[in-house]
């Protein structure tokens, strides 16, 4: 599966290793798909299809389908990142999770051609794998090959059939729903009624499938039935998401960060104490961060951040112009930066939520990843008709 870049507030992703220039990291939920894999195979199907084996083979057999399936899933997704670049695409990486794995973009495909043949790469890779697994396994039948490793490679063909199956159903953000949405998308020369067409189909098959969990857990197959539900919950949650994505590029992509600051801000004088900025300031407006302005000159910022530092006795004799930071890239930028690319700061961890806006040296506003999430979910409340 491919999709939008994502961030985390907190921990993200663990880099393993570079493949061509693409990051492969895991997310720790993998963790728990890999000791479901290596669980239901070993102690529940292989007992079944290969009877009198040692216990100890059983285990083996399903740590070995464990590391198959991640191998399947890189190459999965490898598939679609050789096939993004070749159209100039960036990709920041891939990663994979609990339901599988992304390859991760940064922007849209450049045309509806460009986003079929990328998306219908990850289905035939997967084909590709099931045909050299069957090929694997009939070698060993051949020439009589302990029967683990028959039982490992007919799992590990059978699994990646079913991930190029179930991945070619038209339901965006599946590879079958962008393979959908580049069909729409050409026929229309419309890419957003393309997208929210597909989406809303996605967002029916993770309702279809919720529906198929809760059947199947009534029914008795709580396991199954659990992860059916969770992966329609998944599924309807990417739909409406991956819309949403495009409607907020559209909101933000090439329009700079003057049209959407706060222009007239609250300023701090460089003389108060920190106990007046405080009780006077950072109560009254709720800011975490403020210009400091002297003299109707830009002198620096001051932030709730830095004032933690300081023991809370020291604060009425300290002023603002003592602790204040100077002017910087760290919490300042240009009116003309285009706001896209604030935001995929902003949203990184280490990074302020709040920048003023300066212009040949003069403070001329501020702009906070509040005020813009707030414009973000007004905008999509509006014009978002994804159910």
């Keep these: 599966?491919?999709?939008?870049?994502?961030?985390?507030?907190?921990?993200?992703?663990?880099?393993?290793?570079?493949?061509?220039?693409?990051?492969?990291?895991?997310?720790?939920?993998?963790?728990?798909?890999?000791?479901?894999?290596?669980?239901?195979?070993?102690?529940?199907?292989?007992?079944?299809?290969?009877?009198?084996?040692?216990?100890?083979?059983?285990?083996?057999?399903?740590?070995?389908?464990?590391?198959?399936?991640?191998?399947?899933?890189?190459?999965?997704?490898?598939?679609?990142?050789?096939?993004?670049?070749?159209?100039?695409?960036?990709?920041?990486?891939?990663?994979l999770f609990i339901f599988g794995g992304v390859a991760e973009m940064e922007s849209e495909p450049p045309s509806p051609r460009s986003e079929f043949l990328m998306a219908v790469a990850g289905p035939l890779a997967s084909f590709l794998l099931a045909f050299f697994f069957a090929e694997v396994e009939a070698l060993a039948v051949a020439r009589e090959w302990h029967v683990s490793v028959v039982g490992v490679c007919d799992m590990l063909g059978y699994i990646n059939v079913v991930v190029a199956i179930f991945n070619m159903v038209p339901a965006f953000p599946l590879d079958g729903g962008r393979m959908l949405r580049a069909a729409l998308w050409h026929w229309t020369k419309n890419m957003r009624a393309a997208t929210r067409v597909s989406s809303r189909i996605g967002s029916g098959?993770?309702?279809?499938?919720?529906?198929?969990?809760?059947?199947?857990?009534?029914?008795?197959?709580?396991?199954?039935?659990?992860?059916?539900?969770?992966?329609?919950?998944?599924?309807?949650?990417?739909?409406?998401?991956?819309?949403?994505?495009?409607?907020?590029?559209?909101?933000?992509?090439?329009k700079p960060v003057r049209n959407f600051m706060r222009r007239d801000p609250v300023t701090v004088p460089p003389s108060i104490t920190v106990q007046d900025w405080i009780e006077n300031y950072v109560y009254q407006y709720h800011f975490k961060m403020f210009p400091v302005v002297g003299d109707s000159k830009l002198l620096g910022c001051v932030s709730i951040n830095k004032i933690k530092q300081i023991p809370r006795a020291e604060w009425s004799g300290k002023t603002i112009g003592d602790v204040m930071e100077p002017v910087s890239d760290a919490n300042s930028v240009s009116g003309d930066v285009e706001t896209m690319k604030l935001?995929?700061?902003?949203?990184?961890?280490?990074?302020?939520?709040?920048?003023?806006?300066?212009?040949?040296?003069?403070?001329?506003?501020?702009?906070?990843?509040?005020?813009?999430?707030?414009?973000?979910?007004?905008?999509?409340?509006?014009?978002?008709?994804?159910?």
């Design 1 to 95: 599966m491919v999709g939008k870049a994502r961030k985390n507030a907190g921990r993200g992703p663990f880099r393993l290793f570079s493949l061509f220039g693409f990051e492969v990291k895991l997310d720790l939920s993998w963790l728990l798909l890999a000791l479901l894999i290596t669980w239901s195979l070993g102690a529940g199907v292989f007992p079944v299809e290969y009877p009198d084996l040692p216990r100890r083979v059983y285990a083996w057999m399903g740590i070995a389908c464990a590391i198959g399936v991640f191998f399947s899933i890189v190459f999965h997704e490898f598939s679609h990142s050789l096939v993004a670049r070749h159209f100039g695409m960036p990709i920041k990486g891939i990663t």
């Design 205 to 254: 098959f993770g309702l279809a499938l919720m529906f198929l969990g809760g059947f199947s857990f009534i029914q008795g197959n709580f396991i199954g039935g659990m992860w059916w539900f969770l992966i329609g919950i998944f599924l309807r949650g990417a739909a409406k998401a991956s819309y949403q994505q495009l409607l907020l590029q559209e909101v933000l992509q090439g």
């Design 343 to 387: 935001l995929s700061a902003m949203v990184r961890p280490d990074t302020e939520a709040r920048f003023m806006v300066v212009d040949n040296g003069q403070l001329v506003g501020m702009i906070s990843l509040k005020d813009l999430l707030e414009l973000i979910a007004l905008k999509l409340e509006i014009e978002s008709p994804v159910k």
